[in-house]
């Protein structure tokens, strides 16, 4: 089974930054792309970033393009979203997804919460 470990969530003020991690395990981390999302309080969870397998393309929410980075250390079978200029608009849960065929596997999530 594929475990996903998001970490590094927590408060924040507005304008803040922080790093997210997301460890995955049992899984031929390099062979697939990866993804973060986001679900806040009483909302559907919603894509933020993506990354192929080797890093070279990313995709980004217009919400949060400019101020957000995905990047992945495939030696570290780790996948990061560094958070900048953060929003209270950010606050939610957020997730770490893998895709493979048949079937997609999420993390537990954590929480980051941005205070004005």
């Known amino acids: 089974q594929v475990q996903l470990v998001e970490s590094g969530g927590g408060l924040v003020q507005s304008g803040g930054s922080l790093r997210l991690s997301c460890a995955a395990s049992?899984?031929?981390?390099?062979?697939?792309?990866m993804s973060w999302y986001r679900q806040a309080a009483g909302k559907e969870r919603e894509s933020v970033a993506s990354i192929t397998r080797a890093g070279g393309s990313t995709y980004y929410a217009d919400s949060v393009k400019g101020r957000f980075t995905i990047s992945r250390d495939n030696a570290k079978n780790t996948v990061y979203l560094q958070m900048n200029s953060l929003k209270p608009e950010d606050t939610a849960v957020y997730y770490c997804?893998?895709?493979?065929?048949?079937?997609?596997?999420w993390g537990q999530g954590t929480q980051v919460t941005v205070s004005s």
């Open positions: 049992r899984l031929t981390f390099s062979n697939y792309a």
């Open positions: 997804n893998v895709r493979v065929p048949g079937t997609g596997y």
